[in-house]
């Protein structure tokens, strides 16, 4: 996980499967103590897969709020089938701004962040590691790896979230799902207790780029989903949340206006554009632990 910057104490997250939100994808390795204290050799399997993931948890999570920027959102979804979500991870801040304060993930549960079944994880976040050229005015490279204190541990309620390969495009038309715990309307409200997950096809660059959308702000580090008469979308909220198309995580919530709107679709960082940053950056901290 490349240059990281250490989260201040006291951030704590709390990884939920099956039900957490799609907010930040996870892809976890079990077996791996914390503090790289007992990494293993990487996996060729994990490697094919591009979920190099060592003692690194990866979360497709979108931070930062972008000034008049909608960000994430769940509108016109349904609550998806128990275990049907294994990689999904709920990150919840409960005090202060968003990232460097208090906060919970939660691994391996019920869809529903008020009921607790025992088979939760929890686990601290060690390190933040955003992209280097992220800009919170453009939301280019809004994307960022988080590593966990101690790894989750893969099973029957936790799976790992394949990557894309560097430059691979996705279609439009392709339908794809996003998941979280986001508002169900531009209005707010309150968030849902119970995740959301709503399928939404891929839309072309040129139209999301049309001066009747979001008129040449699209940059080639994004990708647009949603549908011609709008109505289901992502919501504030879902932030980070994975974009997955066939079981791939092509896309992370990252930006938007409003929430379902006809003309303007959901805006994702475009995951395979830094697949390559990604391997590097959790190899070269894999290296390092090594060292240790």
């Known amino acids: 996980m490349r240059l990281v910057v250490v989260t201040p104490p006291g951030v704590s997250i709390t990884v939920k499967e099956k039900g957490i939100r799609e907010d930040i994808e996870v892809l976890f390795q079990s077996g791996i103590a914390s503090h790289c204290s007992a990494c293993t050799p990487l996996s060729p399997l994990i ?8 003692c690194y948890v990866l979360l497709e999570l979108l931070a930062v709020n972008c000034q008049n920027l909608i960000q994430g959102r769940i509108v016109g979804g349904y609550a998806p089938a128990p275990n049907s979500i294994k990689y999904i991870v709920s990150l919840q801040t409960t ?4 990232l460097l304060t208090e906060q919970m993930m939660i691994v391996a549960g019920d869809y529903s962040l008020s009921t607790f079944e025992g088979t939760e994880q929890y686990s601290k976040p060690h390190r933040l590691i955003p992209h280097p050229l992220y800009n919170k005015t453009t939301n280019n ?13 893969i099973g029957s309620y936790v799976s790992l979230a394949p990557l894309p390969r560097q430059g691979t495009g996705v279609m439009a038309g392709r339908v794809c799902r ?5 508002y169900t ?12 997950t709503v399928k939404l096809p891929i839309v072309s660059s ?9 008129n040449g702000n699209i940059t080639s580090n994004m990708i647009c989903a949603g549908y011609n008469a709008g109505g289901k979308d992502a919501c504030k909220g879902d932030s980070g949340g994975p974009l997955v198309c066939e079981g791939r995580v092509y896309g992370v919530v990252s930006w938007g206006n409003g929430c379902g709107d006809a003309k303007f679709p959901g805006v994702y960082t475009a995951v395979s554009k830094f697949r390559r940053w990604v391997d590097r950056t959790i190899y070269s901290s ?6 240790y």
Do not use: H
């Not at 040129?206 to 979001?214: I, L, M, P, Y």
């Open 47 to 54: 490697m094919n897969l591009l979920v190099v993931c060592l």
């Open 95 to 98: 005090k202060g701004p968003a």
């Open 141 to 153: 490279a809004d994307i960022m790896l988080i590593k966990l204190r101690v790894p989750m541990v």
């Open 178 to 182: 996003v998941s979280g715990w986001g």
């Open 185 to 196: 309307s531009l209005g707010g409200g309150q968030i849902p207790s119970t995740l959301l």
């Open 206 to 214: 040129a139209r999301c780029n049309s001066s009747e959308s979001f």
């Open 286 to 291: 894999y290296i390092r632990c090594l060292k």
